[in-house]
């Protein structure tokens, strides 16, 4: 179990397809589906266990430091709350 830690009530993730460098990054409909805009640059602290047992359950915190008074334009065009995500890729 992994689990995504942001100083929001409310937060988003996005897939890992989300990170790719899109031409136009909306929707149709006005969704922003792209995951580094609002988050290019930013300091991530990421804290993970030193070692992990095959086959187990750990947990893996990521911070993001943002600030929470930012909103994002939503689809239907009013001011929402901006969206946070990470992705976590474990080797093997």
């Given at each position: 179990m992994?689990?995504?830690?942001?100083?929001?009530?409310?937060?988003?993730a996005?897939?890992?397809?989300?990170?790719?460098?899109?031409?136009?990054?909306r929707?149709?409909?006005?969704?922003?589906?792209?995951?580094?805009?609002?988050?290019?640059?930013?300091?991530?602290?990421?804290?993970?266990?030193?070692?992990?047992?095959?086959d187990?359950?750990?947990?893996?915190?990521?911070?993001?430091?943002?600030?929470?008074?930012?909103?994002?334009?939503?689809?239907?065009?009013?001011?929402?709350?901006?969206?946070?995500g990470?992705?976590?890729?474990?080797?093997?």
């Amino acid at each position: 179990m992994i689990y995504i830690i942001t100083r929001t009530s409310i937060s988003n993730a996005y897939p890992i397809f989300a990170q790719q460098g899109y031409e136009n990054p909306r929707e149709a409909t006005g969704r922003i589906v792209c995951a580094n805009c609002h988050l290019a640059n930013k300091p991530v602290d990421i804290e993970v266990p030193q070692a992990v047992l095959p086959d187990t359950v750990f947990e893996a915190v990521i911070r993001i430091p943002y600030d929470t008074q930012l909103k994002q334009v939503l689809a239907n065009g009013k001011k929402g709350a901006l969206n946070v995500g990470a992705v976590l890729i474990l080797t093997h």
